[in-house]
């Protein structure tokens, strides 16, 4: 089982970026997806959830309303489109297969620095 994401970088605060996270070695469109993310001294922090369909996405407070989250199943892929930056969202952003599960799998991550 592999997760990664890329699509982390530097942005302006207001600016916008696409992280997507590539699966392997399951059958993705079998499991629930989550995006957490960690932000520098914190711990993990869940920002957003989306079914084995691409339905019923569900998003943090901190984050509801300027990120979407999205997965093309035929793509094995999944996508968190960020909008709004702001200064707080600056963390390690991680795709995650069971979050919250004993058998919990959190890729590598990528980073995402919002700042001038």
């Known amino acids: 089982v592999q997760l990664v994401e890329s699509g982390g970088g530097l942005v302006q605060p207001g600016g916008s970026l696409r992280l997507s996270c590539t699966a392997s070695?399951?059958?993705?469109?079998?499991?629930?997806m989550n995006w957490v993310r960690q932000a520098p001294g914190k711990g993990l922090e869940w920002v957003a959830f989306?079914?084995?369909?691409?339905?019923?996405?569900h998003y943090s407070d901190s984050v509801k309303g300027r990120f979407t989250i999205s997965r093309d199943n035929a793509k094995n892929t999944l996508y968190l489109q960020m909008n709004s930056l702001k200064r707080n969202d600056t963390a390690v952003y991680y795709c995650?297969?069971?979050?919250?599960?004993?058998?919990?799998?959190r890729g590598q991550g990528t980073q995402v620095t919002v700042s001038t």
């Open positions: 995650v297969k069971n979050w919250g599960r004993s058998d919990e799998v």
């Open positions: 070695g399951f059958i993705f469109s079998n499991d629930y």
């Open positions: 989306i079914d084995r369909y691409g339905g019923s996405p």
